[in-house]
């Protein structure tokens, strides 16, 4: 088992859709919990970071982590062609390197 | 003015040969990092480094080795290179390690032939 899991995609649908991307891990030490945004030929960004359990929103992103089940979502609401990305979840622990997911490919449609 | 900048952006070359990609950041950040990403989007850690400590993670070949000639820039030096080594290769840095987040280079693709 991979320490890090996502669903590969792609994950494809109609703009103003709301969309989830789900990521699981199977370290319990990890409490920073990290999801980065890649379009195509760049690198990655980080997109939003929280801290253990529960939601963080900032704008049309939400980011919600469920430590007891291993469990970290983003939604996106509104969602845009401008959105049509590789989301790749990072959870980690302050102090190591940062294990990513093998990241979901989201293409939204105009 | 780029955070972290990567070159080359393309590198095309033989086996057998030996390259280096250079790496250099100007966010004044403690760590640097080395990802290789694979055909199928997988990000790979390489090699974690400071000016104390060098972290290697121990699936890498010995054929790839960082040099650091300061605290700005983290070099990758491939030796003897592999049709298996073609990726794409992100550097990376940070303040802390893995705390506040990473910021990437914008990639360099490796072809070896």
């Known amino acids: 088992q991979k320490e890090v899991e996502q669903d590969p995609g792609p994950l494809s649908v109609p703009e103003g859709a709301i969309v989830s991307l789900n990521c699981t891990y199977s370290n319990s030490a990890f409490q920073y919990f990290m999801w980065y945004r890649q379009y195509s030929r760049k690198g990655p960004e980080l997109l939003m970071y929280t801290y253990s359990s529960g939601n963080k929103e900032d704008g049309r992103f939400t980011a919600q982590v469920d430590k007891s089940s291993k469990y970290i979502s983003l939604f996106i609401r509104d969602s845009q062609p401008s959105d049509s990305a590789t989301y790749l979840c990072a959870p980690n622990n302050a102090g190591n390197m940062l294990t990513f997911g093998g990241g979901t490919r989201l293409m939204v449609k105009p | 003015d780029t955070a972290v900048s990567q070159t080359p952006k393309y590198l095309v070359t033989q086996m057998g040969n030996d390259k280096s990609i250079k790496c250099e950041q100007n966010?004044?950040?403690?760590?640097m990092y080395w990802y290789k990403q694979d055909s199928k989007k997988f990000l790979k850690i390489m090699f974690s480094?400071?000016?104390?400590?060098?972290?290697i993670n121990e699936t890498v070949p010995n054929r790839f080795s960082p040099k650091s000639p300061d605290k700005a820039h983290l070099n990758l030096h491939i030796n003897s290179l592999e049709l298996g080594d073609s990726a794409v290769y992100f550097c990376?840095?940070?303040?802390?390690?893995?705390?506040?987040?990473?910021?990437f280079g914008s990639g360099t693709r490796l072809t070896v032939v």
């Open positions: 480094y400071n000016n104390k400590e060098l972290i």
């Open positions: 990376a840095s940070s303040q802390e390690t893995g705390y506040n987040g990473y910021t």
């Open positions: 966010l004044g950040h403690d760590t």
